[in-house]
């Protein structure tokens, strides 16, 4: 329980330091806002800030959807070719080594609809994680076990199915993990790179906006949001895998 509660109390010993030492030196807010401005303006700004988060939780949750998709099914393409994985894996490799900042200019060129270039920005963050630790773990099947299973005749779909799936869950479970993470990342990165404005807005455009207008405090509210937005999407995935592992009979504790 104290090992639960240890990261909340750090916490807060933190935000009161960072409150008291503004005062105490007389920090004016335009250079370094407090806990206390920051969330009067999180609550005074929260119906703007809430539709920003909403827009870009979207992003980055179907990207990430999206990368489980794609990245499972060419993980199980590989799994069943060594000779295609030897041929397109550096490709994955290099697009996952690419600085997305840097190529998210020219996939809005390239792509007429902002939002569809936010989500492919966002899933080549996503997809490398993924597909990584998928084929990791589909090749980490006991060879003793994918012996027996030959030995029985057993087709390849069924040694997939039977063996080398349940072998790679903790490790597509663990790249989905920081996936969940890399995909909000991504979605805010193109969102910085896009600037655009709107309804529609993500939470990096309100972080531009207030910065042009010097609102320091609002700056500060929205960076709070897309924090707390990123631990509970690691949270919650961490929910899944451990709920998953013990249903497989391991556990992570």
Same mark, same amino acid.
């Given at each position: 329980? %104290? &090992? ?14 960072? &409150? ?27 119906? $703007? ?9 979207? #992003? ?11 990245? +499972?099914?060419?993980? #199980? ?18 697009? *996952?080594? %690419?600085?997305?900042? !840097? ?18 920005? !966002? ?41 080398? /799936? ?21 979605? #805010?990165?193109?969102?910085? +790179?896009?600037? !655009? ?15 042009? *207008? /010097? ?10 949001? @897309?924090?707390?937005?990123?631990? $509970? @999407? ?18 992570? &504790?």
């Amino acid at each position: 329980m %104290t &090992e639960r509660l240890a990261p909340a109390l750090l916490g807060i010993l933190v935000l009161l330091g960072w &409150e008291v030492g503004l005062r105490i030196f007389a920090v004016p807010p335009w250079i370094l806002p407090g806990p206390a401005a920051i969330a009067e303006a999180l609550v005074a700004d929260w119906p $703007l800030l809430f539709r920003s988060l909403l827009a870009t939780l979207r #992003v980055a949750l179907l990207a990430l959807a999206l990368a489980v998709a794609a990245g +499972v099914l060419l993980a #199980v393409i590989f799994a069943q070719s060594r000779w295609l994985e030897r041929a397109l894996f550096p490709y994955a490799v290099i697009l *996952q080594v %690419t600085p997305i900042v !840097a190529i998210a200019p020219l996939i809005l060129i390239w792509v007429d609809s902002v939002t569809v270039a936010l989500l492919i920005c !966002a899933w080549i963050v996503a997809f490398f994680p993924i597909l990584s630790n998928t084929v990791l773990g589909l090749n980490s099947a006991d060879p003793n076990l994918r012996d027996l299973f030959r030995l029985h005749g057993a087709t390849r779909w069924q040694t997939l199915r039977l063996l080398r /799936l349940p072998s790679a869950l903790p490790f597509f479970l663990a790249g989905l993990r920081v996936a969940g993470g890399l995909a909000l990342i991504g979605a #805010v990165v193109a969102e910085f +790179v896009a600037g !655009a404005g709107g309804a529609g807005s993500g939470l990096a455009f309100r972080i531009l906006e207030a910065g042009y *207008q /010097l609102r320091i405090p609002r700056m500060f509210a929205a960076l709070a949001l @897309i924090s707390v937005a990123g631990i $509970l @999407i690691f949270a919650a995935l961490g929910w899944v895998q451990r709920r998953a592992l013990r249903r497989w009979g391991t556990s992570e &504790e």
